[in-house]
């Protein structure tokens, strides 16, 4: 049950994106169109899911017993950095449509804050290796509810006739704060 908690938390209460403001960059560049937007969601599920995991046994197994648990911010960037190196090369391979439309944000993955952070997180709360993921996966999850959702928006207001100074950025800052305000409304949803 606490488990189930901490993974709806991590999609609504606690979403990287709309009250963590992690996850920014790719948020709003990848967010224009919705085919787009859910293959960067489904790219970064892929990575947060693997480096919550692979995060969790290279601390506890490897840098804990040999005392350098202190360059876990070395090790988890190494890894995250490795992950979206194998993603990169599979998107490439099986969606070279999908590879195109993601282009720079693809490789910027591995600078996501919501990636590092979602790891940090994982080690900083103490979980064990299941809850490890089922929070990276429900932070991924959450990451791409945001991301599909504000790119469903933008093609609704790209259609519409909007004041020529909102045009673009102004407008899309406009809906990721009023998207916050939303969010924050699941924030007594759950109590952990």
Known sequence: MHTLMIFWSAVLVNNFVMSRFLGICPFLGVSKKVETAAGMGIAVTFVMALASAVTYIVYNYMLVPLNLDFLYNI????????????VEMFIK????ALY???GVYLPLITT???VLGVTVINKQEGYNFVVSVVNGVG?????SLAIILMAGIR???AKNDILP???????????AGLMSIAF???????KL
């Open 75 to 86: 090790a988890f960037i190494l890894i995250i950095a490795s992950l979206v190196q194998l």
């Open 93 to 96: 391979k099986s969606s070279p």
């Open 100 to 102: 195109q439309a993601l």
């Open 112 to 114: 996501n804050c919501a």
């Open 139 to 143: 932070a991924a999850l959450g990451f």
């Open 155 to 157: 093609e609704r207001i």
């Open 165 to 175: 100074h909102f045009l673009d950025f102004p407008i899309t800052l406009l809906t």
């Open 184 to 190: 924050l409304g699941f924030s007594n949803l759950i």
